[in-house]
């Protein structure tokens, strides 16, 4: 069994690098000057082993800004959509409301109290 760096990466298709930012835990994708973005448009897609290998080690490195980055698979038209469905949860939210984002009257009378 190969040491778990030195594993290889194997890729059908498309992939971006993924991560979450360490300060908010926004959904952000790595881009081909080495940034972070929040947007997939702006994330680079890969298509060899290779190159998103060496594009993963460079997000790994980045630990201060971002979290648990790791390879995503994409669906590359005109612009990167997610290529499945985990990708697509965190690029578009959450499944169900929030309690942040329900309407007033359906809240609990103590919501947004803070004890004294």
């Known amino acids: 069994m190969a040491h778990p760096h030195q594993q290889k990466l194997r890729i059908n298709g498309p992939v971006v690098i993924t991560a979450n930012r360490l300060a908010d ?4 994708h790595r881009t ?3 940034r972070w ?3 997939l448009d702006d994330a680079q897609v890969v298509r060899a ?4 290998l060496a594009a993963l080690k460079a ?3 980045d630990g201060l800004i971002a979290v648990g980055p790791y390879v995503a698979p ?18 578009d939210g959450p499944t169900f ?9 359906y809240l609990p009378k103590e919501a947004g109290k803070v004890a004294a």
């Not at 835990?25 to 952000?28: F, N, Q, R, S, T």
């Not at 409301?97 to 009257?105: C, I, N």
Request: proline letters at 9%; a negative charge.
């Open 32 to 34: 081909g000057e080495g």
């Open 97 to 105: 409301p929030l309690p942040s984002d329900a309407p007033a009257a």
């Open 49 to 52: 082993a290779d190159e998103a």
């Open 74 to 91: 994409v669906e590359a038209a005109a612009s990167a959509r997610p290529g499945n469905l985990r990708e697509k949860i965190r690029s």
């Open 59 to 61: 997000a790994q490195a």
């Open 37 to 39: 973005s929040e947007s």
């Open 25 to 28: 835990g926004v959904v952000i």
